[in-house]
Each structure stands twice: as structure tokens, then as C-alpha cells.
């Protein structure tokens, strides 16, 4: 049975601190029906008269509290990511411990409907465009721990046909305090370093976080029990040429022009490294895992999305120019 979103609800957050977790309660409070419960291991930037901060740490048993939930639902953002190659066992440890915990958490609360963001990477590295019923192949430490994860919400939602979870892989979720790729993006042409960081042609699947959350909430209200599984995205997507040209457009940057070879440019990096090591400084914010990647398509296909009318309400151009707009015009942070 499908909710009707009209009465109240209760949004139990975990990692309501982070990027995205802090765009889904504005979002929330914005939409005026919903009791919201961040729980995170920091407090988050909006105000605790909006939300209710828990400190909680998911990949430890989360303790029973007091709280007493009207029509909730689970939003799952909390995970670990890092770049770094030396601290994996992070990823098993927290991602899929958070998973368990928070099934749990729901079984002792009687909650039937769980949120899970969970990522592209597991497909797997590939060129290929990947949709919904794509064998996943996940070749690093996040994805294959994501899809783990996956699997431990599948056993919750099988444990009762009336429980409902939906598994959304999205692509790059860029906006307001997102300090990642696309930020990344915006410093290099903002520092007038004119070359593509990888191929041009590179297709990279992108999400405005303001359409994921709002995504996140409709499904929420329209899905039925049972299973759920979306890839998120920019339709069609970018490649990263015209997602600099949209940079450079909105905030008016001189537009990257040359495209740097793979070799050269791993050639270079390594360079910078070994300088960085003997002299003890960092350069760069690259490492050779990092440029490689640069070198390989992230192409999902999100027709399903469409199919099911859950529209982005942005474009690409358009969703730039509302984040430059809510940095007061003075940049992409």
C-alpha cells in the first residue's frame, strides 16, 4: 500500500550530518509534515530546533532510545569512503556493520521502510552503461562492501512482504557542500589550469543532491512493499567536457581546451609524488589510483527512473546556476 505522504512522518537519518544527510532535512523541514531524528557521530550546520541530533556510531549496536516514531521511515546515508588504499578493512567494518545494525534497529523499532544509498561502484569499473539489471562486479573496497550491504537489507525486506526498501545507486551527487569531484572541478578552471583531467569525451553520471532528496522523499510516498532498485542520474548524462563548459559558463571561467594524454599525465603525478614524499609537502590532491580513474567512463543508465516519473526538476546548466546562487555567486563550495 502506497503512503499518502499527507500526515505526519517520522525521518529517522543515519549520517543526517554529512552532504547529502543535510540537504534530505532541509528538504524535510521545507516540506513541513515530517518529525526528523539525525543520527550521526557530529552535529550537523541546520538547527537543532528543526531536527533531533543522536550521536550514533552504526557500525557499533545502536542502543534502544525512547523515541517514540509516528509512520517512520529510515533514510540510510551513513558509510565510509576514502580514497586511500591503506585503511580497507574500514570498509567491511563500518559499511557493512552499519548495514546489520540499522536492520536491526529497525526490527526493534517495528519500522517497515528503509531508504538505502548505495553507489554505482557496484557494477564495477567498466565502460559499459550499466542499468538495473546489470550483473554487479564491484572491484574496490567501497562498492564491494555497498553491495554487501545491499544483500543484508534484502534478508530485512524478506522477513516481511508488508516491509519496504529501496535501494537507490546514484551517480556523483554534487551541490552545496559537496567537496568532491565537481568542486574539484570548479578550483582547477578557477585556478586556470585549461586541461581536461582525463579524456573530454569521459561520460560521467551526475546527480543534483537537491533532485536526490527530493527523489529519496517521492519514493518514499510512491513505491510499494518489496524491493525497489534505481540508479540515479543525469538524463542524458555529461561528459566532462560539457560539464567544465557549464562550469565555466555559470561562473565565468575560461573554458578548458586541452586534453592531456594518460601516460604523460601519469607520468606527471608520479613525479609530483615522489617530490611530495622526499621533500615532505603535498602538491596535489591526485594520486596514481585517482588519475586512472579519470580515464574511465561512470555511465548508468536512469531510464527506469524516468519511466517510473521521477524527474530531476533540474538540468545540468540549471542546477549549477542555483548552486552558484546559493554560494551568493562567489564560487562552487
Known amino acids: 500500500m502506497n503512503d499518502t505522504g499527507n500526515s505526519k512522518r517520522c525521518a529517522i537519518i543515519f549520517g543526517g550530518s554529512g552532504f547529502i544527510g543535510q540537504h534530505l532535512i532541509q528538504h524535510l523541514i521545507e516540506n513541513g509534515v515530517w518529525q526528523i531524528f539525525n543520527f550521526d557521530l557530529v552535529k550537523g550546520q541546520i538547527s537543532e530546533s528543526d531536527s533531533i541530533f543522536n550521536f550514533c556510531d552504526v557500525s557499533k549496536k545502536i542502543i534502544l532510545d525512547n523515541n517514540n516514531y509516528t509512520n517512520p521511515v529510515i533514510f540510510c546515508l551513513a558509510a565510509y569512503f576514502k580514497h586511500s588504499d591503506s585503511v580497507t578493512s574500514e570498509y567491511f567494518r563500518i559499511n557493512v556493520n552499519a548495514a546489520k545494525n540499522i536492520c536491526e ?9 528503509i ?90 553520471s551526475v546527480i543534483y543532491v537537491k533532485d536526490l532528496v527530493s527523489i529519496m522523499v517521492q519514493m518514499v510516498k510512491k513505491e510499494k512493499s518489496g524491493v525497489s532498485l534505481f540508479n540515479v542520474g543525469i538524463s542524458p548524462n555529461p561528459t566532462v567536457k560539457e560539464l567544465c563548459d557549464e562550469i565555466s559558463n555559470i561562473a565565468g ?13 601519469i607520468t606527471m603525478v608520479f613525479i609530483v609524488q615522489v ?21 574511465i567512463s561512470t555511465d548508468i543508465d536512469s531510464s527506469k527512473l524516468i519511466k517510473h516519473e521521477y524527474v530531476a526538476h ?19 563550495y
Open 105 to 113: 534497529y529497525a526490527r526493534d523499532k517495528k519500522i517497515n521502510t
Open 115 to 204: 531508504v538505502f544509498l548505495s553507489t554505482v561502484e557496484c557494477y564495477g569499473v567498466s565502460e559499459n552503461i550499466k542499468n538495473e539489471k546489470t550483473e554487479p562486479q564491484p572491484n574496490t573496497p567501497y562498492g564491494i562492501s555497498k553491495l554487501i550491504a545491499e544483500y543484508i537489507f534484502k534478508e530485512w525486506q524478506a522477513e516481511n512482504p508488508n516491509r519496504k526498501l529501496i535501494i537507490l545507486r546514484p551517480g556523483v551527487a554534487y551541490g552545496k557542500g559537496e567537496k568532491g569531484n565537481v568542486s574539484k572541478l570548479y578550483s582547477t578552471l578557477r585556478k586556470k589550469i585549461l586541461f581536461f583531467p582525463g579524456k573530454k569525451d569521459l561520460i560521467k
Open 253 to 265: 571561467l575560461p573554458k578548458a581546451r586541452i586534453t592531456i594524454p594518460k601516460s604523460i599525465l
Open 275 to 295: 617530490i611530495s614524499l622526499l621533500i615532505g609537502k603535498k602538491f596535489i590532491q591526485y594520486n596514481l589510483a585517482k588519475v586512472k580513474k579519470l580515464f
Open 314 to 332: 533540474y538540468s545540468l546548466s540549471e542546477s549549477l546556476l542555483d548552486w552558484y546562487n546559493d554560494c551568493n555567486k562567489k564560487g562552487l
